[in-house]
């Protein structure tokens, strides 16, 4: 890994090059995801089977389209036990943080007669997408699905893309069905994101879709919001550790790493205070390297957008830290908790040496979908209050409202709706 | 106002004619603002100065775009007394009402070691848009700002576009100054809302954009959504009246008109179970709309998205209020407290035949910025959470790791990423 002088011009350098992975710069993908959306809005399940078959090389349709129960208790037994107990005790986890992000309906009532309050009421319906390809991705099931069910969302539409034998992989199909799904489809890409949006034949719309996915996922996703909501849109994974001299670089090295497996887009970077750190861990990175299984695509990544950026102060790189607002943020110093109440921007923050990012992405609790590519400066984590709303309650008496009539008249008023400050006024006619 | 009996055809029809007012669908302005979008992040000042004169007609440029000091305290002077106390009434209870929304950061710390928490950080920096035209709209600027205040926002840039002379209403300006803005930019449409997020020599890029707009700004939100945060995508207002045979009919079409005027697409719909109250409510509505000073406009918004819907029971109307999900919601029944308990959609709800829409606009306190156009099945109201962000936080002890690293292993490993487990093996590697 490059090690770099943090300073003023190498920290623009950094933080534009980052920003070119921003999904929203892809615009060469916007036509063609823009076109599978409109067309599976007029065609519906005729053009979902049409895209699966083109770009998933599967044959679906109607009848085969939806998971079944044979299919899932099947599904089931191929499972190797041990991986379905490690899923459960993650679950188990992941339900108790989530428990506790729950918020409540609350009233405030006072003696002239008025009651104001905020209702929270769960979505009816979301969606939520699975990524398909080589492996199967049974954590980022669980991390989507078990918010909406702690939320108490009544559907929850499972989509992901199905294999060209037409099957959905089992330890996929295990996790859905472990964490709550109410039923699942076999749809993937764009074609999956507008079809929950639209719905067809086969497939609800639903009122909201979550979950990570590629570039085409990504912009379909920005593509629909709106008709309805969606999370924050995912980009590549990155991970930033903030470490003085007290770390341990192979530790360091290998948290690093950890992100840049995911893909050659993704990003791994040391901000250290200390040039020593800065050299170990460049040692260590390198030698990990030779020997993961990844190693091509770690390699790739690291040139792409790998760098340890060597800081004059722990000032100057919690600055940083901030400006890059990195989607994971480990802070590996001899003061980990300090400095966290410096961080204003990331995504999901691990402290101290021994929590290691991966205890996030698999087992700790907090949700492992986090805001990527700086958007961690103005959203958050997955959570429950992503599959909840609030509606305002308003009541007042005729007394309290008596009271007040002329301020609300003389507003709207000033405002020229004058059927506004009518309303009221005829309440009041004599 | 045309009567209509409820039943499944014409509530398909009716929903179906709501959703034509659905700012997605203005695909024909798309490519206009992606180009104003475009030339004003590429060209910044010059782009924004440009734009400002050919829509506004207002000569504006580096020294005159920033609203002074001094132009703020001439506006405060030209305020009248007496609109001013009123505001400052709304205020107080504006902010007492958001106060309530505050949420706080919480940690969960348990004797093996480990530490889960979720920190709330407020954002660094957001835009508030508020509409010119020929009408002041401070309520707009009260709603939009005190959130933001309250959540603890440092930088709250707000945007309006100038008059053709230049200048900003004083009203809005008192408002903007009293709510909390700290730098005010003479700027509106699509131009402000590029402006904001991407910046320019003279405006400050923010993290997020919120308030209400035409159909330009609508779809400028769009556009830069990933970019920044927005609030929801705002649609013409609407109101949706459920009403048994209880309700006064003359405060009922009262209110419906109140949210006709605003324009042309706007939408007020009642659907009740009493044919009684169905006429007398079309009778009043017909001669209110007579005397109000924005007749042409009622009219207009009657003839399109104006219904009086019947319906043959009190689950059946709830059924449709569910599936319209309107933005403003009065419930004029017998039991309005019960029947609020079977709304699931709605983004204010005015209880009770005291309680008239505009004193939601104007002075109860929750915020009039809501989801219009069936998103309140999805969205909320904009709130004090919509300022603020999460960061998860976690920290594991040695121990607490080493009890389940073999588990974070296994569950990385199954997902084939092996430099994900690699980083949480070193730290037990004999």
């Known amino acids: 890994m490059r090690i770099v002088a943090l300073d003023e011009n190498s920290k623009k350098d950094i933080l534009a090059d980052l920003l070119k992975r921003d999904p929203n710069n892809y615009t060469a993908y916007s036509d063609t995801v823009q076109e599978i959306v409109d067309t599976v809005k007029r065609d519906r399940d005729a053009a979902v089977f049409s895209y699966t078959e083109q770009f998933d090389h599967a044959v679906i349709d109607a009848s085969t389209i939806r998971v079944t129960k044979e299919e899932i208790e099947e599904a089931?037994?191929?499972?190797e036990p041990g991986l379905l107990e490690v899923m459960k005790r993650s679950m188990k986890n992941i339900r108790a943080f989530h428990e506790k992000q729950k918020t409540y309906s609350w009233f405030d009532s006072k003696p002239d007669g008025t009651i104001l309050g905020q209702k929270i009421t769960a979505l009816s319906s979301v969606g939520v997408y699975v990524p398909?390809?080589?492996?199967?991705y049974p954590s980022s099931v669980l991390m989507n699905i078990i918010p909406a069910e702690v939320a108490g969302v009544e559907k929850i539409v499972m989509v992901t893309p199905p294999g060209r034998d037409g099957k959905v992989n089992p330890v996929t199909l295990t996790a859905a069905h472990l964490a709550g799904a109410t039923e699942v489809y076999k749809v993937g890409g764009a074609q999956a994101i507008a079809a929950l949006a639209f719905g067809t034949e086969s497939i609800p719309r639903v009122n909201?879709?979550?979950?990570?996915?590629?570039?085409?996922?990504?912009?379909?996703?920005?593509?629909?919001y709106g008709h309805v909501s969606i999370d924050s849109i995912a980009g590549p994974s990155?991970?930033?550790v903030l470490a003085d001299e007290s770390a341990n670089p192979r530790f360091v090295a290998a948290d690093l790493l950890s992100q840049a497996e995911h893909d050659e887009l993704a990003s791994a970077i040391l901000v250290t205070t200390s040039m020593d750190l800065a050299k170990k861990v460049s040692e260590e990175a390198k030698q990990f390297t030779k020997e993961l299984s990844r190693s091509e695509i770690i390699q790739k990544s690291l040139d792409n957008y790998g760098y340890i950026l060597v800081a004059d102060s722990m000032a100057d790189a919690l600055e940083t830290v901030n400006e890059i607002a990195p989607e994971h943020l480990e802070i590996v110093t001899k003061n980990p908790f300090e400095d966290m109440t410096r961080v204003k921007n990331a995504g999901a923050i691990f402290i101290g040496e021994y929590s290691s990012e991966p205890l996030g992405d698999y087992f700790a609790g907090p949700n492992h979908v986090l805001p990527t590519n700086g958007t961690a400066k103005?959203?958050?984590?997955?959570?429950?209050?992503?599959?909840?709303?609030?509606?305002?309650?308003?009541?007042?008496s005729k007394d309290a409202l008596e009271a007040i009539h002329e301020d609300i008249e003389a507003f709207a008023e000033a405002e020229q709706l004058t059927a506004h400050a009518n309303s009221v006024r005829v309440r009041f006619e004599k």
Do not use: Q, T
Request: proline residues 4%; glycine residues 8%.
């Open 378 to 396: 103005f959203f958050s984590p997955l959570n429950v209050d992503d599959f909840v709303k609030k509606s305002s309650i308003i009541y007042y």
């Open 208 to 224: 909201k879709i979550v979950g990570p996915g590629n570039i085409f996922v990504a912009l379909a996703k920005k593509a629909v």
């Open 132 to 136: 398909g390809g080589k492996a199967a």
């Open 76 to 79: 089931m037994r191929e499972v």
């Open 238 to 240: 990155e991970i930033l």
